[in-house]
């Protein structure tokens, strides 16, 4: 009877250990939470849910950054090692410049179907050494990413999954159009991650600069 008795209070401390550490891990969760919307805020950006695949709750900041709609997001799974961080943003490119810089370059339907509007570009710059290069424009893309912007890029290299201008979409079965008035870049860190630190701000200035030189040049084409 004493071993059983022992074995019940071994029990409970447990399940009261694991319901405070619980507790403890969703008060932490929500301090980081508060963390985040207070920096997007002071940023400019909103917080909105979004329904993404398999009716999973996605987190979505919106705002205006250097005049230019701003979108994001966390995509992926539920989990830290399956989501990853999305910044969208909106610009003019009548011009239809397709940029892409990339780990390496996809195997989907979708950018299997743009390969006919862009070509491997080489920069001859060591220091883009495995990173891959595209895009349907080569003597322009090689002035928009100057010294300024490569250095930028291998600066955020660690968390750099792709970095795109113009993307494919499908519209339809074994149909996929061209969305060129966006920017993209995914970050392997999670939102929560970022915190909207200085890197994030980093990734957001350095879009915002290689679409400003898209729409500064696309009236001289």
């Not at 322009?140 to 795109?164: A, F, G, P, Q, V």
Request: glycine content about 8%; hydrophobic content about 40%; some cysteine.
């Amino acid at each position: 009877m004493i071993g059983f008795g022992i074995f019940l209070t071994i029990g409970a401390l447990w399940f009261f250990l694991a319901g405070l550490s619980e507790k403890m891990s969703h008060k932490k969760q929500l301090l980081q939470d508060e963390e985040l919307k207070k920096s997007a805020f002071e940023m400019g950006f909103n917080e909105r849910s979004c329904v993404l695949a398999f009716n999973y709750i996605g987190r979505e900041f919106i705002g205006n950054y250097r005049n230019h709609k701003v979108t994001i997001d966390e995509v992926g799974g539920s989990g830290e090692e399956s989501s990853w961080t999305r910044y969208r943003v909106d610009f003019e490119n009548p011009q239809m410049f397709l940029l892409y810089i990339r780990r390496s370059f996809p195997h989907g339907y979708a950018y299997s179907s743009l390969m006919k509007h862009i070509l491997n570009i080489e920069l001859n710059d060591p220091q883009f050494d495995g990173l891959v290069i595209s895009g349907n424009k080569e003597d322009y893309i090689k002035s928009i990413l100057d010294s300024s912007i490569r250095s930028r890029l291998m600066t955020l290299k660690d968390t750099l999954w792709y970095m795109e201008i113009g993307y494919g979409e499908h519209t339809g079965a074994f149909k996929v159009e061209i969305m060129p008035n966006a920017a993209r870049y995914m970050d392997t860190r999670t939102l929560d991650k970022t915190k909207f630190d200085p890197k994030l701000q980093l990734i957001l200035n350095t879009l915002v600069d290689v679409v400003e030189k898209i729409e500064a040049y696309a009236p001289y084409v």
